[in-house]
């Protein structure tokens, strides 16, 4: 049913796109904007695609009563989307990470139970959009943002991220400019509370120099199973976090204790590939086979700051994997010495079924 709705929706737009006269409205060059927007209201990436397809539905049928001489095309399909996105999340509970909802744990071998009743916040596929839509999609960022009041949430999107005027976001919202002006300092507000703010410069991009360098030093130490050496990459008060297990550990020590425990599970020989998400360096870690090759394990997010990784997000969730393209089983050739450029080699894509946490 859901492909079904979402085919539906792509071929109203497409209709649109190809049937209409010179000057028509065309909305088809906004949907990778109005998904990163979702993203950020929603924290789901599947939900975000789900809801521009609903508001690319709602503008087609809506077509004949819009007037450019009232509001543009972008900031008339953002008031859809908006509005779109409070419905959906009318009654839900936020998608937090395993650090929004608890203290640490002290137990490196505490059970891996995976909670798949809780409605996990997701990471965004960089690959899907432009680089300059990736702005202020941090995934610690998007989790903030989910402790707000979804109003609140999406004037300070609307207003920080996307720089719409406060007249725009009022009328966007049927509300007014005092009204936005006040919800945006008390998000603001919320934000520095939680310690996180939407420009935050200290955090290392993906392609920066020194941020790859920690990025590689740390694909060598964990294929290598080598402990003290990823340890030796962490903050002191590095943050490691596993949804759809509600675990999470602070501290370089406990995250080595944990990933010592993963390695004595799982052996040496692992496999990673580099890619991002959330406009923040990522990893597939793929583990070895006892049959030979290797099988998807985690998709890792990292946040760095200062030449150390400060935060690990991993996720195991078979949904999260497949909005990243991966593939489930890898065959890695480092007959070539270790080239990251011949580092693996596709053999076969398969439909990865919903299971347990690996470990």
């Not at 979402?6 to 906004?30: I, K, N, Q, T």
């Not at 990778?32 to 950020?40: D, F, H, M, S, T």
């Not at 120099?209 to 740390?218: A, L, M, N």
């Not at 006892?290 to 150390?308: A, C, E």
Request: glycine fraction near 8%; charged fraction near 25%; charge should be neutral.
């Amino acid at each position: 049913m859901e492909g079904e709705c979402r085919g539906a929706a792509a071929g109203a737009s497409r209709a649109l796109s190809s049937s209409c006269h010179a000057g028509a409205v065309d909305f088809e060059p906004y949907r990778a904007e109005l998904v990163a927007y979702c993203y950020r209201m929603l924290g789901s990436f599947h939900e975000a695609e789900d809801q521009v397809q609903e508001t690319m539905l709602r503008a087609w049928k809506a077509r004949d009563r819009y007037d450019a001489g009232r509001a543009s095309l972008r900031t008339w399909l953002y008031r859809i989307a908006t509005n779109v996105c409070l419905t959906a999340l009318e009654g839900r509970a936020r998608r937090p990470l395993p650090s929004g909802l608890g203290a640490p744990s002290d137990d490196p071998g505490a059970p891996l139970a995976p909670a798949f009743g809780v409605p996990w916040l997701q990471p965004f596929p960089d690959a899907r959009v432009e680089l300059g839509l990736r702005a202020d999609l941090r995934l610690a960022l998007v989790a903030a943002m989910q402790t707000l009041p979804p109003r609140q949430r999406a004037v300070l999107v609307l207003r920080e991220v996307l720089e719409f005027s406060a007249a725009e976001v009022a009328v966007q919202l049927g509300t007014t400019v005092p009204a936005v002006n006040s919800a945006l300092q008390r998000a603001r507000a919320a934000l520095a509370a939680a310690g996180e703010a939407v420009d935050a410069g200290e955090v290392g991009e993906p392609e920066d120099p020194k941020v790859r360098e920690v990025i590689e030093r740390y694909m060598r130490a964990f294929e290598r199973a080598d402990v003290p050496a990823l340890v030796r990459l962490l903050t002191d008060d590095a943050v490691l976090e596993m949804p759809p297990v509600p675990l999470w550990y602070r501290g370089s020590h406990d995250y080595g204790l944990f990933m010592r425990r993963v390695f004595e599970m799982r052996g040496t020989g692992w496999g990673l590939t580099r890619l991002t998400a959330n406009g923040q360096p990522a990893l597939a870690a793929y583990a070895p086979e006892p049959g030979g090759g290797h099988r998807l394990h985690t998709l890792q997010v990292f946040t760095v700051t200062g030449g150390r990784v400060a935060r690990n997000v991993v996720f195991a969730d078979p949904a999260v994997f497949e909005a990243f393209g991966l593939s489930q089983e890898i065959l890695f050739d480092r007959s070539d010495g270790g080239d990251e450029s011949g580092r693996c080699r596709r053999y076969v894509r398969v439909t990865i079924e919903r299971e347990g946490h690996p470990t």
